[in-house]
T-cell receptor, first 117, second 113 residues
Framework: DTAVSQTPKYLVTQMGNDKSIKCEQN?????MYWYKQDSKKFLKIMFS???????INETVPNRFSPKSPDKAHLNLHINSLELGDSAVYFC????????????????FGPGTRLTVL | AQSVAQPEDQVNVAEGNPLTVKCTYS??????LFWYVQYPNRGLQFLLK??????LVKGSYGFEAEFNKSQTSFHLKKPSALVSDSALYFC???????????FGTGTRLKVLA
């Protein structure tokens, strides 16, 4: 009965490679997010999608591209991986309460620890 | 611009004692405030939130937080700490006029037996 799941849990790869992290939520939520948590535990939002539409796109390099095939999935594809991309990436989802308002709780996935060598 | 500050990197408290984890915020509109907890190698879990209404909000695991508009604070409290409360705690804020949540830098709580 997992609410927000991410795969893989760990990802170790070489610089320059392209990799994807998948996220799925079975909560029926409209909105999904990607966060990056660095080694100092700082948590920063990267992207947010509502019903497959991009609504937040922070100053993230173009190498990062989110893809939402449907509202239950938000995948993160990273091209040309760099050492600085090493972090834990968290997916989250929330339910839209009213038009243009996102008041409800975010539910987080378990995280994907990405290590770039 | 919205921001949130957690001034303490770490808080140590003896088991059974009351605990406080501090959070202050800055927004241009009305604040929506949240507390999340992160256990080792886990995702964040929701504890409680303030949207409107009573300033004292009660949440999961016996935690509560008080919204103080004049001091722009939303400190997390618990009357009696447990060793199992040891974790990383994040305060988050969303300005009513935006979609974006801003998280604080986190406070590590250590409850000593």
């Amino acid at each position: 009965d997992t609410a927000v799941s991410q795969t893989p849990k760990y990802l170790v790869t070489q610089m320059g490679n392209d990799k994807s992290i998948k996220c799925e939520q079975n909560l029926g939520h409209d909105t999904m997010y990607w966060y990056k948590q660095d080694s100092k535990k700082f948590l920063k939002i990267m992207f947010s999608y509502n019903n497959k539409e991009l609504i937040i796109n922070e100053t993230v390099p173009n190498r990062f591209s989110p893809k939402s095939p449907d509202k239950a999935h938000l995948n993160l594809h990273i091209n040309s991986l760099e050492l600085g991309d090493s972090a834990v990436y968290f997916c989250a989802s929330s339910q839209k309460v009213a038009a243009a308002l996102f008041l409800d709780t975010q539910y987080f996935g378990p995280g994907t620890r990405l290590t770039v060598l | 611009a919205q921001s949130v500050a957690q001034p303490e990197d770490q808080v140590n408290v003896a088991e059974g004692n009351p605990l406080t984890v501090k959070c202050t915020y800055s927004v241009s509109g009305n604040p929506y405030l949240f507390w999340y907890v992160q256990y080792p190698n886990r995702g964040l879990q929701f504890l409680l939130k303030y949207i409107t209404g009573d300033n004292l909000v009660k949440g999961s695991y016996g935690f509560e937080a008080e919204f103080n508009k004049s001091q722009t604070s939303f400190h997390l409290k618990k009357p009696s700490a447990l060793v199992s409360d040891s974790a990383l705690y994040f305060c988050a804020v969303r300005d009513s006029g935006t979609y974006k949540y801003i998280f604080g830098t986190g406070t590590r709580l250590k409850v000593l037996a």
